[in-house]
């Protein structure tokens, strides 16, 4: 059984940055890709970001490029997001979420907020 923990949001001005995490508690955390979504108040969640399963193939909606960057420890069974030059339109609740055994699961999710 997976079960996905994410942590590491919070309040930042515009700007800032912040890295978020996600634990997997599954056994097989190497062997699948990984994704963060997004959902922002009132919006419908939205992919953010990708990652393969041995990390080398990463993928990002465009309005994340060059300020995002996701990455992943396949030892700690752990997914990063790594957010900078935040702003205002970035706040929304962080997802991540992984698709394994015929399943999709997803964390609970960690707000971020941008704003001055």
């Known amino acids: 059984q997976v079960q996905l923990v994410e942590s590491g949001g919070g309040v930042v001005q515009p700007g800032g940055s912040l890295i978020l995490s996600c634990a997997d508690s599954?056994?097989?955390?190497?062997?699948?890709?990984m994704f963060w979504h997004r959902q922002a108040p009132g919006k419908e969640r939205e992919f953010v970001a990708s990652?393969?399963?041995?990390?080398?193939?990463?993928d990002y909606r465009d309005s994340v490029k060059g300020r995002f960057t996701i990455s992943r420890d396949n030892l700690k069974s752990t997914v990063f997001l790594r957010l900078t030059d935040l702003k205002p339109e970035d706040t929304a609740v962080y997802f991540c979420?992984?698709?394994?055994?015929?399943?999709?699961?997803w964390g609970q999710g960690t707000w971020v907020t941008v704003s001055s």
């Open positions: 979420a992984t698709m394994t055994h015929g399943a999709t699961y």
């Open positions: 599954g056994s097989d955390f190497s062997s699948h890709a």
């Open positions: 990652i393969s399963s041995t990390g080398t193939i990463t």
